[in-house]
């Protein structure tokens, strides 16, 4: 429960903020004003630095952490695999109203949005007082912790290459029991991320598929999970490998 609101116009006094006890920080607002703990938190708004936007270096995308999911669908410097996932990732009057940024904070484990962005190797970058830091988004989703202290600034992928994604849910606008999404850059290297295989989305290795021990619940086994993973994982690494 919000108690108290603050608004600052500088991101110097912002991380200042958060360093107090019982802050959390909003940008978009969707995650904490959804929430039902009663306990008293003090609200930092980001919406008054200049966080957001989206900008290209070559095959470089930088996307600020206030940079509205809509955004993302509306902008031709994106991929268009990932403005297909940001658009499956909430209702239009969410994601005229959610982030980039707070999607990464909230890291929702069946995000497809975080899976296509570990798949494109995104990595974040994280304002302390006095420095600046670059962690793999893959880092920072297998330790919350490590968002402690920090805002989130940028999200910045690499656009070189080609990627793919496949999902299998009981209707085709549901929630994705199992997804894959994999990414073959022109470098040669590949990167295989899922959701529904473990607590968040990851990054698997292609040949340890058998290996996983995804979560059950009423949509389906760890076993069903594990054979749709390996069907998923097959067709789109050789979607993104050019039918290889």
């Known amino acids: 429960m919000i108690t108290k609101y603050h608004r600052p116009l500088l991101l110097a006094d912002a991380i200042d903020l958060i360093a107090q006890p019982n802050t959390t920080i909003i940008a978009g607002g969707t995650a904490v004003n959804a929430g039902t703990d009663s306990t008293p938190l003090v609200a930092v708004d980001l919406q008054a630095l200049d966080l957001s936007g989206i900008e290209s270096d070559g095959d470089v995308v930088h996307i600020g952490a206030t940079t509205r999911l809509q955004d993302l669908i509306d902008s031709d410097q994106i991929p268009e695999l990932l403005r297909d996932l940001a658009r499956r990732e909430a209702p239009n009057t969410i994601r005229n109203v959610a982030t980039v940024g707070g999607t990464v904070g909230t890291a929702d484990p069946e995000s497809e949005l975080l899976a296509g962005l570990l ?71 590949t990167r295989l991320a899922m959701t529904g295989v473990a607590a968040r989305p990851v990054i698997v290795d292609p040949g340890g598929i058998t290996d996983l021990r995804p979560p059950s619940d ?18 789109v690494l050789a979607n993104s490998r050019g039918g290889e």
């Open 119 to 189: 798949a494109y190797g995104a990595k974040v970058t994280l304002a302390r007082s006095g420095s600046q830091t670059e962690q793999a988004l893959d880092d920072i989703l297998d330790d919350p912790q490590a968002l402690a202290g920090a805002i989130i600034t940028t999200v910045t992928i690499d656009t070189a290459g080609v990627a793919s994604a496949e999902r299998t849910g009981r209707t085709p606008m549901d929630r994705p029991i199992v997804m894959a999404v994999a990414f073959h850059g022109n470098d040669g290297f």
């Open 218 to 235: 009423f949509r389906g086994s760890s076993a069903y999970r594990r054979q749709i993973a390996s069907v998923l994982a097959g067709r």
